[in-house]
């Protein structure tokens, strides 16, 4: 297939099929990461017995994955920029797949541990690179709305299926194959990559590469990942998490000087004089903060409190996967055109919260369709409605030199969202709930409780992406359809903008 000069796809019927088959392939590599985030959870208990892992160990399965997923991200998408997505894509791949099927065989705690350490880097190397490949098959809003609807479909309701799919894997066979069905996914999606998503050059590496910028930033949320996966443990305010949260802010501030210095940073500074960039990754930060926040917090109610099992539990999630489909895919995509990003952002953060305050508010012998439903609908529809315009907004201003890192970008804020807000509102709840139980509480009524504080601080967070949204991001029409006359224009300046 021939591509332009910043990799799109020719006009024609057939290179039409091939780039929205290409869509499916990304989408794929997009939910195996998705779900690796979250199918462990169900798989604990199993995998903790089995392998003898002592509590305090435990939840290294899910760190070791979250810290290099979360710190090698924007390095990734950098070397998308400089080699080419295409290559890293398939790289990341083919180390996702291989590391999924180390964790499979895994025979001792240390084997699985260091396992999923190459598992996260490997999904971190794929998801650094799908928004760059992605906005460049899809240069049109109005199919590039489209396929940031079902990649954002994939994205937000991969967690839940998650969690089914562990209950099922784990109960029906054994916790090995949560990660051995990687396996032939993982295998297909790397055929058909390779022959689908169009290649091109990257920039290169003659101006050579800022290797102790990312070292720096590497090392930085790293460790900022560390510090808060770990805080729950330690306590927000001791002494360890606050020396390592210092360290990582100190290396951080060490990148921020070198990149403002170099010619040829691994972040280019200018990035952020968008205030589009600026404000939609301070959003994918709090969002998802109460999007992973009802994952995990529902996930626990609907166990500890209602008594339903881990299948039954990913089953009550569906109608809220049902709705952010039906939204992300279809209903927010044509809002987006006729309206523009911003405007279909905005009412999606409105329903989220809404959504959140209801759960906030669930009883201890609650009725699913009473109690739970409503507010899964709602989320679900908020969910959808707006995670495709955060996207959006985070890519729009992106220079086709610049897709991969501004995907990283896009990517890393969504990762030290979910982390920081599982982390903070694990801990929060637990301490309600501990406070409840001195206080002569029953178990079940502590823990709701605390889920009840969660609940709060996770729509308090989503009301605060809705005031930075409205303040910060500009209404330039981003998302929007353009009209013939505007086409023509935006055409002429492609080989400025590349959109």
Not at 333 to 347: E, F, N, Q, S, Y
Request: glycine content about 14%.
């Amino acid at each position: 297939m021939t591509t332009t000069s910043i990799g799109r796809p020719a006009r024609g019927e057939a290179s039409d099929r091939r780039r929205w088959l290409a869509l499916v392939v990304l989408c794929t590599g997009q939910l195996m990461i998705v779900l690796d985030a979250t199918v462990v959870n169900v798989a604990l208990p199993t995998i903790q017995h089995d392998l003898h892992f002592p509590q305090s160990s435990l939840a290294w399965v899910i760190n070791a994955y979250l810290i290099t997923f979360g710190g090698l991200l924007l390095l990734a998408g950098r070397l998308g920029d400089l080699i080419g997505p295409k290559k890293i894509f398939i790289t990341g791949l083919s180390v996702f797949t291989a590391a999924s099927a180390f964790c499979g065989f895994a025979q001792s705690q240390s084997e699985l541990i260091v396992a999923r350490f190459i598992q996260g880097a490997g999904a971190a190397i794929v998801a650094a690179t799908i928004l760059g490949i992605l906005v460049t098959l899809f240069p049109e809003p109005g199919d590039k709305a489209k396929a940031m609807g079902v990649y954002a479909f994939v994205a937000s309701a991969g967690g839940s299926i998650g969690l089914l799919a562990g209950g099922v894997l784990t109960q029906a066979i054994s916790w090995h194959w949560i990660f051995f069905i990687n396996l032939p996914i993982g295998i297909a999606t790397l055929v058909f990559g390779t022959a689908l998503i169009p290649g091109h050059e990257g920039t290169g590496t003659h101006d050579g590469v800022d290797v102790l910028g990312a070292v720096l930033v590497t090392s930085a949320v790293m460790l900022l990942v560390y510090a808060i996966v770990k805080a729950s443990d330690y306590g927000w305010g001791s002494v360890r998490t606050i020396a390592v949260g210092l360290g990582a802010l100190a290396l951080l501030g060490g990148f921020v000087a070198l990149e403002a210095n170099l010619k040829h940073p691994l972040v280019p500074l200018r990035m952020f004089r968008s205030r589009n960039l600026t404000g939609a990754t301070l959003v994918r930060v709090l969002f998802p903060i109460g999007m992973f926040g009802q994952f995990f917090l529902g996930a626990l109610y609907l166990q500890h409190v209602l008594g339903y099992s881990a299948i039954t539990t990913g089953l009550a999630f569906m109608p809220m996967n049902l709705a952010v489909g039906i939204f992300s895919l279809t209903v927010a995509a044509r809002i987006m055109t006729r309206v523009g990003a911003k405007a279909t952002l905005l009412p999606g953060l409105a329903l989220i919260a809404g959504g959140l305050a209801l759960f906030s508010r669930v009883p201890v012998h609650g009725h699913f369709l009473s109690d739970v439903l409503p507010g899964m609908i709602l989320f679900g529809i908020g969910a959808g409605l707006a995670f495709t315009p955060s996207i959006a907004l985070a890519m729009a201003d992106a220079a086709p030199a610049d897709t991969g890192l501004a995907s990283g970008l896009a990517n890393v804020s969504l990762q030290m969202g979910a982390a920081i807000g599982i982390a903070v509102l694990a801990s929060i709840s637990t301490s309600r709930t501990r406070d409840l139980v001195a206080g002569g509480s029953r178990r079940a009524a502590a823990l709701a409780g605390g889920y009840h504080v969660g609940y709060l601080i996770a729509a308090g967070c989503i009301v605060g992406a809705f005031v930075i949204a409205t303040v910060v991001l500009k209404d330039n029409g981003v998302g929007k359809a353009q009209t013939t006359e505007q086409r023509t224009i935006l055409h002429m300046g492609e080989g400025e903008t590349g959109f």
